[in-house]
């Protein structure tokens, strides 16, 4: 058994991975409630329950967070935690970018992929929407595009007459009224994006691709492009798994 951990934006996510290596248990914190007192809370039944004799492996966004969590179980539990970044990935997959810019989530979910033979364009619907571009076990970069739920709350925070609204398909590109019309904005507008920019990706590289979505809204959008789409909302887990496997 091992553990391996996600931290996001939003959340940070900490699993339990048996020796077959399926996820059993999955523990899931708020990123921006952590500090020692919510880690006490949430985290010290769980590690005195399971004696964690390996390293923990985690993909990060937040350094500061990634250290709260590191001095943390360092100091009650004697664990070490580790960021994947700063290990030798050259086995895994070829990195063509600068390794200092990318997020570690983004060099898991191009791990979590790569099959050594096929491409692939990972979208990410995350607090940024990112496109990450793997060609047979090279990863090439990507884009950077602001997220829905990010561009949506700024949105309502900086109009007076927009309410808060939860973003949801819709068939019609006009708006009856400022609900349907900021949906359908965001709604058609993000698969406009989406599309382009994945076309472009096609056109500039002359490759095809699979592609991958995950993220929290990545549901919403699974059957809206002209290429067949799969939906893979484990995706970074896959790859820090991938990555512990090696070491």
Not at 33 to 53: A, C, G, P, R, T
Not at 167 to 185: F, P
């Amino acid at each position: 058994m091992y553990i391996i951990g996600d931290i996001g934006n939003t959340e940070v996510k900490l699993c339990q991975v048996s020796k077959n290596n399926n996820v059993k248990k999955k523990i899931i914190l708020k990123t921006q409630l952590i500090d020692n007192k919510y880690l006490k809370k949430k985290l010290s039944i769980f590690f005195k329950k399971n004696k964690v004799k390996n390293n923990i492996y985690f993909s990060s966004v937040v350094p500061k967070v990634f250290n709260l969590i590191k001095f943390y179980l360092y100091k009650n539990f004697k664990i070490i935690c580790i960021e994947i970044k700063m290990l030798n990935l050259n086995k895994l997959i070829k990195i063509d970018v600068n390794r200092k810019q990318v997020g570690s989530d983004r060099l898991c979910n191009a791990i979590g992929v790569n099959d050594y033979k096929n491409n692939y364009i990972i979208v990410d619907f995350g607090t940024a929407t990112t496109f990450d571009v793997v060609i047979k076990n090279k990863y090439l970069g990507g884009i950077i595009a602001p997220g829905l739920s990010l561009s949506l709350n700024t949105l309502v925070s900086k109009a007076s007459l927009i309410p808060p609204i939860r973003l949801k398909k819709v068939d019609k590109i006009l708006g009856k009224n400022t609900i349907s019309a900021v949906r359908s904005g965001f709604y058609w507008g993000y698969i406009g994006l989406i599309q382009n920019i994945i076309d472009k990706i096609s056109k500039q590289t002359k490759k095809n691709y699979k592609v991958i979505l995950t993220g929290g809204f990545s549901h919403l959008f699974a059957k809206s492009f002209k290429q067949k789409v799969v939906i893979d909302k484990d995706i970074t887990i896959k790859g820090l798994q991938k990555i512990t496997e090696l070491l």
